[in-house]
């Protein structure tokens, strides 16, 4: 089953006065990356979170953000860093005189609003009680998250299915095509080393013959390139069947179909052929795409 790289969750907790909201967005990246927005002072939360989110996910950049709305009061009581409102009073003094203005005063109001001028304090045992209640929020979040990604998978698992199908539909077109190639071609070789007798003589070397055909049937010959393109085919739907972790395995797959296809389309010297190879690589691109997508 695959899985999806991008999703998303949402879960609230009321935890005493204060609603707790935690929402979590992922989308495709190459590595697993994470962007905590969590306050100041939840470090342990961010601990917990990264740890968490790390046994569930392998790949993908995941956005975490906790909302605690605006009654910060009710995780603690208010404290005044009366250090930081002197300076706050003096940034304001300082300005003044540079645009020649009288001594600012700033209102209490105005003062108490400034960032971290008034900080809140919990107890431990309070503050450590509210940190598992918002690590049971991101939980729940991540479960909404990990259904969405798995429904995404599926939807990319049968769409991917109806191109593979396409895959082996062209190239099945494309075997049609060379049954018989490379007897058309041993029997072009023939008439021309019959034409450049000597002499006039029109008697085939035998022995030069088979040199020519062996050599170019080498060249030319696609059954070995057919043979690893259906066995890349069979190998993407095995993987698509096992864990969901298969993003970087279908890449390198992708890789191989694509290089057989090159490899085939050189080869042949046949232009409903080069037509078919187009055909396949615009599918095999189109697969890519979705497989970008995968975990």
């Known amino acids: 089953m ?3 790289m991008t999703g998303y969750g949402r879960a609230e907790q009321k935890i005493g006065d204060l609603k707790v909201v935690i929402e979590l967005r992922a989308v495709n990246s190459r590595f697993l990356e994470f962007v905590l927005r969590l306050p100041r002072g939840y470090e342990k939360v961010e601990d917990g979170a990264r740890t968490h989110l790390q046994s569930l996910l392998s790949r993908g950049r995941v ?5 605690l709305g605006t009654e910060q009061s009710a995780i603690g009581k208010p404290v005044l860093n009366e250090n930081l409102l002197k300076h706050y009073q003096q940034i304001a003094n300082k300005s003044a005189r540079i645009l020649d203005r009288e001594s600012e005063t700033l209102s209490m109001a105005e003062l108490l609003r400034f960032p971290d001028v008034i900080t809140f304090s919990a107890d431990a045992e309070d ?9 049971e929020t991101i939980k729940a979040a991540s479960v909404q998250l990990q259904e969405m990604r798995l429904r995404e998978g599926e939807l990319l698992e049968k769409a991917i299915s109806e191109q593979l199908d396409s895959v082996v539909e062209i190239t099945t077109r494309i075997q049609a095509e060379d049954t018989g190639r490379l007897e058309l071609i041993a029997e072009n070789i023939r008439k021309k080393i019959a034409e450049s007798g000597v002499d006039g003589e029109s ?7 088979e040199q020519e055909v062996v050599l170019w049937s080498d060249k030319l010959d696609i059954a070995e390139e057919l043979t690893r393109m259906d066995a890349h085919v069979q190998h993407f739907r095995e993987l698509m069947r096992g864990n969901g972790d298969a993003g970087k395995r279908l890449n390198f797959l992708l890789q191989e179909m694509n290089r057989e296809a090159n490899t085939i389309g050189s080869k042949a010297n046949s232009t409903p052929i080069g037509h078919a190879v187009v055909q396949l690589k ?3 691109e189109r697969i890519r795409e979705q497989v970008q997508n995968i975990q």
């Open 203 to 209: 008697q085939i070397d035998e022995k030069r013959l």
């Open 127 to 135: 503050q450590q009680e509210f940190n598992a209640a918002v690590m």
């Open 282 to 284: 615009n599918e095999i």
């Open 63 to 67: 956005t975490l953000t906790m909302n």
């Open 2 to 4: 695959l899985i999806s």
